[in-house]
């Protein structure tokens, strides 16, 4: 039932109708409030700075995916250059690097000008003191992001990359990242993709997430441990002390609003750990696939539902 209810909410992340419904319902703002640190560049800079005085680090992702116009892709470049330069302005941008999504800056409509559009947004965090980590969409996007990733890093060697366990061909990919100076965030994977190309169950995907964080912890690049699964945080620190690395050669990854307690545990730990905070008008992609990782997150959805009508 899980699996199934998964599934419908992927497929309509995707769907324009169900789309215009969702985000037009009374209750969706309450709930995306939880997952969405706001609208604007103030509202970013604003979480960001309080999740900064609470010893955590932060990635700043700008909703907005799939996009089919240039103006829009143009925009979204554009939203990023004016973020960087008010956390650089805020003193911010030693804790707090960018998460972009290709997709949002037309990596569908014209290779060569997401790599652009990337490259600026690269020069800017540059310009800020900090870092770009490329989010990684679905299957069919891998090569087209890896091969954006590379052009990157001739320039800008610390721009991230981000593989998803469940896919098969992740091991591999891991041991092509694992080098040293290589940012790689490991994630599970929040996609609908089909057997062909991804484990199918959560107990073959958590088993290709140990296989590929061993490999990243193995390796000389730096991992970045993005899963709130406590079993999984307990694996990395197991993988850590084995593999002889010290704290500040790794790091944890949270998304805003998911188990903030663990985040705070493990920072006053003496942990690095990031937040992954969204922040945006285009919140309706992000929060299906929020919904889709757990039924009480549907659950929760529909009792706001049913205390609104
Ligand atoms: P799992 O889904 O098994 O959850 C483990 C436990 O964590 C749950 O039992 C629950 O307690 C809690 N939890 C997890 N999700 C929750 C939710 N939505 N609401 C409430 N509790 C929740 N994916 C991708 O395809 N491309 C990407 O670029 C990224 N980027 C990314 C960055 C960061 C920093 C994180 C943490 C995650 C991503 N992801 C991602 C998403 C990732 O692939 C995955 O879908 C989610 O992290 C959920 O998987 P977990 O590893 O947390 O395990």
Redesign the pocket.
């Given at each position: 039932m899980t699996d199934v209810l998964r599934a419908a909410l992927l497929t309509a992340s995707r769907n324009e109708t169900v789309r215009r419904i969702v985000e037009n319902a009374p209750v969706s703002r309450s709930v995306v409030r939880r997952f969405v640190a706001g609208t604007s560049v103030d509202d970013a800079v604003r979480a960001t700075a309080g999740l900064v005085r609470e010893g955590l680090t932060v990635?700043l992702d700008r909703l907005g995916e799939d996009t089919t116009e240039v103006g829009h892709a143009d925009a979204t470049t554009k939203a990023y250059v004016t973020v960087l330069g008010a956390l650089a302005e805020r003193e911010l941008s030693t804790r707090a690097e960018v998460?972009v999504k290709l997709s949002a800056v037309g990596q569908a409509l014209d290779e060569s000008m997401a790599l652009d559009n990337a490259r600026a947004i690269c020069e800017a965090a540059a310009a800020a003191g900090t870092t770009v980590t490329l989010?990684?969409?679905d299957h069919t996007t891998t090569d087209s992001t890896l091969g954006i990733l590379r052009e990157l890093r001739t320039d800008f060697p610390w721009v991230g990359a981000?593989l998803?366990a469940y896919l098969h061909r992740t091991e591999a990919d891991c041991r092509d990242l694992a080098t040293a100076g290589s940012r790689v965030?490991l994630?599970?994977?929040?996609?609908k993709e089909p057997p062909g190309v991804a484990f199918q169950s959560?107990l073959d995907v958590d088993k290709s997430y140990v296989r590929c964080l061993r490999v990243l912890m193995e390796g000389a690049g730096y991992p970045m441990v993005?899963?709130?699964?406590?079993r999984?945080v307990r694996i990395a620190c197991t993988l850590v002390d084995r593999t002889d690395r010290a704290k500040g050669s790794y790091e944890f990854?949270?998304?805003y609003g998911?188990?903030p307690q663990e985040q705070r545990r493990l920072a006053e730990d003496g942990e690095t750990v990031?937040v992954?905070v969204p922040y945006g008008d285009e919140w309706y992609g992000y929060l299906m696939?929020?919904l889709a990782?757990?039924p009480?997150?549907v659950v929760f959805f529909l009792r706001a539902l049913a205390t609104t009508t």
């Open positions: 990635s998460s989010d990684m969409e981000v998803q965030r994630c599970k994977g929040a996609y959560r993005a899963t709130h699964d406590p999984l990854q949270m998304l998911i188990r990031r992954y696939r929020r990782e757990r009480a997150n």
